[in-house]
């Protein structure tokens, strides 16, 4: 029996999957989830063996959620479902990753499902599919509209522009607002490729700042700069050298 959780933003397209499955003894739903947040606490909680999860959901995007899953958790086999975008079925087919086109076939459902079922059946085969969806997941170009967080043991969605900086300490990636530092499941690198470029800068290796909440940017060290952003405290990030450069062409006139 294959434990499986319906993720989907559209209630009508979550309610005709799950009418579909119904046909399928197979496989059990055990949850459905309508965004993001529900979906990874889900999938945290209650580790299902399958997911079916949509690709455009507001906020927060099926790529971005199985890249937000938190490290300890072991990625479930994955099917992804999408309205028709050749660019996309490029990249599930390149990846050779399971999909659905929208609206959902039962043929097509019918063979997904075999195909779940054969690679339950072995654990090397269960290990190369979650390689493939994790290729597939960091692969995807994103764009960072909002960001998940954790704050205790719930998840949030905050905005970027309440972001004053990331930054990566012992192995963690921490983001700062003028009220709190919440911890996040992305790494810099991620960060720094889909966050706004005109108003996100890497200072320097450990560190992102965003550009709209510097008020202060000083000579420092060796013709670098120290900004200083737009909290309580006066923060002050170190630009290191190198990076130092690229601010100059970022911003004329320093």
Do not use: C
């Amino acid at each position: 029996m294959l434990r499986s959780v319906v993720i989907d933003d559209e209630p009508a397209a979550r309610s005709r999957l799950i009418r579909l499955l119904r046909a399928h003894p197979q496989v059990s739903v055990i949850g459905e989830a309508r965004d993001g947040p529900e979906a990874l606490t889900w999938i945290e909680e209650h580790q299902p063996d399958l997911i079916f999860l949509d690709i455009e959901m507001p906020g927060l995007n099926g790529f971005q959620v199985l890249r937000s899953l938190s490290p300890d958790v072991e990625m479930p086999l994955v099917v992804f479902v999408t309205g028709y975008d050749e660019h996309a079925l490029a990249a599930f087919e390149a990846n050779a990753v399971a999909y659905l086109l929208k609206p959902v076939e039962p043929e097509r459902l019918a063979m997904v499902i075999a195909r779940a079922q054969q690679i339950t059946r072995g654990s090397s085969r269960q290990m190369q599919e979650r390689r493939l969806v994790e290729r597939a997941a960091k692969t995807a170009p994103i764009t960072l509209r909002q960001v998940v967080a954790r704050k205790r043991d719930a998840r949030i969605l905050i905005s970027p522009d309440t972001v004053l900086y990331f930054v990566a300490e012992d192995g963690v990636v921490k983001a700062h607002t003028a009220t709190d530092a919440l911890l996040v499941n992305y790494q810099l690198g991620e960060l720094e490729e889909g966050l706004p470029k005109e108003q996100f800068f890497r200072a320097n290796r450990s560190t992102i700042v965003n550009l709209h909440q510097v008020t202060q940017i000083r000579p420092y060290f060796k013709s670098s700069f120290l900004l200083v952003l737009n909290d309580t405290a006066s923060t002050e990030i170190t630009v290191s050298t190198r990076q130092s450069k690229l601010l100059r062409e970022r911003i004329p006139g320093l």
